[in-house]
Structures are given as structure tokens and as C-alpha cells.
């Protein structure tokens, strides 16, 4: 629901909220939630998670982050990766509820309160061990990166999981993150979420001046992988740095004379 991303249009949905409840509407709005005009029954704009039945003493940012926190992109946005492993560690035998899709479903099954926490059953700890590689996933550089260049994080999120249940570990360059997110969209037959809306052309013509840069200048055909000291130019693999060095020629960049060209590890 990207036409609730801003705490006063939820909070704007909480007319006629019940005078019963003892949760405040402006702190289920900050929490990420809007009314559903059932009850005190609420969702998550970015989730779609839904809580019910509030009660003197709840905190939303603990019942949200408590249910939802490990797939919730608003909450790891807003209250960060830190906080997310203090909540689940709080509540280390508690199970998320599964997602209703439909009002009927949501009014009809979901239902949150104490007589109905369940405890975690067979490979309840492989799942906490992989959200926690997951998690450890997000906060990289590279994921970082590439949500500044405009990608959503929610389809981010997805391609991090796949590769990750696909036992393969963290993407560790942004190039592979990026081809990951872009053939994801073309499977989908959609462009992938941004919040700055770039066109597919856009993103690929990013990837693709992304290759460049990393381009040796010199053979065009492998990673510049050394830097020429002193000027400190990244711009040749490491055959070619040996080679230009050895045969006393300057950076290809600035025409400096090179005393030592000394590999570079990017990330």
C-alpha cells in the first residue's frame, strides 16, 4: 500500500476507532500501521501484517518487530537490525502467524494474544540461524549500495533469500546483486520496484557503467584490480599494471610516472 508510506495518511484511516481500545492511533500510525475499520484489527502498510485484540501495556513497535520484524522492510528500515534481534530474542519461541491475503481470512483466523503464541517445532533453530545470516545479508555494503542507487529493498530482499536458500552465501559485489535484482524483474515480466520509479534502461545502463569503471583501461577485457602508486589510480588488471611498469610507462590516467602498482581488493 504505497499510498500509506507516510505516517499521517495511516493515521488519517483511524476514524471512528474504537474509544475501547487503549492503544493510541498515532502510535499504531508511527508503528507502520493503518485501520481496517474492523474492530481494532490493523495491518502494515509495507508487511500487509495484521495485529488485533490490543491491550493495556502493548507497545506496536514491539508487537510489530515481535510477529513480522524479520520479513518487514519498514521495521528494519525504521528500528534497524539491532533492534529486530533484541525483539526476537526476547520472544525467542514465539511463531509468526501466516500472512491472510483476503479481509474474510484476516476477520475469520487471525488472531494474536497469549493463548494462542505456539512454540517452534522441528527446525524451528535452522530457520532462527538462517534469518540471522539474512539479516547479517542486509546490513552489508553492497545491499546498502545498491538500495542507494534506487532499487527496492523488498525485491532486494527476495534475490538475498534465494541465494541464501540456495546455500551460495552473501552477494559480495554490487554487479552481482544488481544482474540479480534485473533478472529477477525479467522473470516477473515487470521492472523492479524503486522508489525513485528508473526505468529498466536506466538500472541497465547503471550496470553497465558499473562494468566500465571496473574495466581494465588498458586490454578492456578483464577488472582493474591495481592501483599505481603514487598517483593511486585504479584503472589496470594486474597483467597489464606488471606490463606498463615494467616497461617504464606512465598512468594511463593522469601521466604520472608509476613506482609501484599494488593490488586492490574491492568490495
Known amino acids: 500500500h504505497p499510498e500509506l508510506s507516510s505516517e499521517e495518511d495511516r493515521l ?16 499504531l500510525a508511527q508503528a507502520g500501521f493503518y485501520y481496517t475499520h474492523i474492530d481494532d484489527q490493523v495491518k502494515c502498510y509495507w508487511c500487509d501484517g495484521g495485529l488485533k485484540d490490543w491491550e493495556t501495556g502493548d507497545d506496536p513497535w514491539i508487537e510489530h518487530t515481535r510477529w513480522y520484524g524479520k520479513e518487514c522492510g519498514f521495521v528494519l528500515r525504521e528500528r534497524g537490525i539491532g533492534y529486530v534481534r533484541q525483539i526476537k530474542n526476547t520472544f525467542p519461541s514465539l511463531v509468526q502467524v501466516a500472512h491472510h491475503h483476503s479481509q474474510q481470512d484476516f476477520v475469520q483466523d487471525f488472531i494474536v494474544g497469549a493463548a494462542n503464541v505456539t512454540v517452534q517445532v522441528g527446525n524451528g533453530d535452522a530457520e532462527d ?3 540471522e545470516h539474512f539479516l547479517d ?3 552489508s555494503r553492497v545491499v546498502r549500495n545498491v538500495v542507494e542507487m534506487g532499487f527496492g529493498q523488498q ?3 527476495i534475490v538475498v533469500r534465494r541465494r541464501l536458500r540456495a546455500r551460495r552465501g552473501p552477494f559480495t559485489t554490487m554487479t552481482d546483486l544488481v544482474e540479480a535484482v534485473l533478472a529477477m524483474a525479467v522473470e516477473q515480466k515487470e521492472e523492479p520496484e524503486d522508489e525513485t520509479s528508473a526505468s529498466m534502461e536506466e538500472l541497465q545502463r547503471r550496470l553497465q557503467r558499473m562494468k566500465e569503471e571496473r574495466m581494465c583501461k588498458i586490454c578492456m577485457t578483464k577488472d582493474a584490480t591495481m592501483v599505481f602508486i603514487p598517483c593511486g ?35
Open 233 to 267: 589510480h585504479l584503472c589496470c588488471c594486474e597483467g597489464c599494471a606488471h606490463t606498463m611498469r615494467s616497461r617504464g610507462r606512465k598512468c594511463p590516467i593522469c601521466r604520472a610516472r608509476i613506482l609501484k602498482a599494488q593490488r586492490a581488493f574491492l568490495a
Open 129 to 131: 540461524e538462517f534469518e
Open 155 to 157: 525485491n532486494i530482499e
Open 12 to 27: 488519517s484511516t483511524f476514524f471512528h476507532w474504537p474509544l475501547y481500545s487503549p492503544i493510541s492511533p498515532r502510535k
Open 137 to 139: 545479508a542486509m546490513d
